[in-house]
């Protein structure tokens, strides 16, 4: 058979337009897969089916937050919907109030919302859906908890948590030395000697910096031989002499770090927090709320070097 250039044209054309659309596909695929649905703790669920697949939503309430955690980066999506008695209900308006850690309360208002055409409740009971409503929230690096609820009792309202994680390997950290009195502790993770410091309670880490910027801390345990399973602790973490946020962190034995000069301990695997620096100067201090010794290390992205410290 004799093919003339129009038709291998026309075959490269077609080759070309379906590797975009695989590509499409596979991408779209692959966002779908990362999207994790979170789930707080306590709170009152209500399944809503649209276009035939069931989704968790979970009731708001104006009086107690449901809150969930994520790690960041990331992109949080809240989706909520309000609940109608009948179709022909009047439009409604209502406000969500939502925190990020100890920050401010926000506010975000949904105006003129009306009845789902397509969405329903499982049960039948609840009435109808309105139609989705959503805000996205932008979560930095480390464990984050977003608290949400209703400014006011009425209308009621349902809301789904939808979090999709980013990469952030284009950070570049610089690693920063804390206050004396310090302890320093090496210890060979992989290949690398990585400096650490040691502090307690008695010995907080302490630092100073200037913002605005990001404070990364890893801490890890110190472990003997003989003990077994996960340690929790709790860390507290000073800006400027008042409290600015509190952690909750477990951790186990590595298999990959060791102490340089120190055979008798083995470390536990680095666990990371990290929490905003406003402008201006500032002192920082990093407690352990327990009656344990931590080892910390501190860094903060090279972008902001320029700020001075």
Known sequence: MIYSRSNNNLMRVLYVSLMIVAVAIGTSAAAAKKRLELKPKDAAEMSIVNAGKKRTYYQLSATRPIVVSAKGPGQLRIITRTRFGDKAAEPMNYRVVYRIDRGEDQVVAFEGIVPSGVARYQNGTAGIPGASRSLSLKIGRGVHTVALRMESPVPDVDARFLFAPQ??????????????????????????????????????????????????????????????????????????????????????????????????????????????VPKGRHQYEIVPLDHLTLLGEISFPRKDAKLGL
């Open 167 to 276: 990469s952030d390997r284009t950070t570049k950290w610089i690693s920063l030395s804390p206050l004396a009195p310090i302890e320093p502790v090496d210890l060979f993770v992989g290949e690398e000697t990585v400096h650490y410091y040691r502090f307690s309670a008695r010995k907080p880490l302490k630092f100073d910096i200037i913002g605005p910027t990001v404070v990364r801390v890893f801490t890890r345990t110190e472990n003997t031989y003989d003990m077994k399973g996960q340690v929790t602790y709790r860390l507290q973490v000073r800006q400027d002499g008042q409290v600015l946020q509190s952690f909750q962190l477990s951790s186990k034995r590595s298999q990959t770090a060791t102490y340089k000069n120190n055979p008798k301990l083995v470390p536990g695997k680095a666990r990371e927090i990290t929490f905003k």
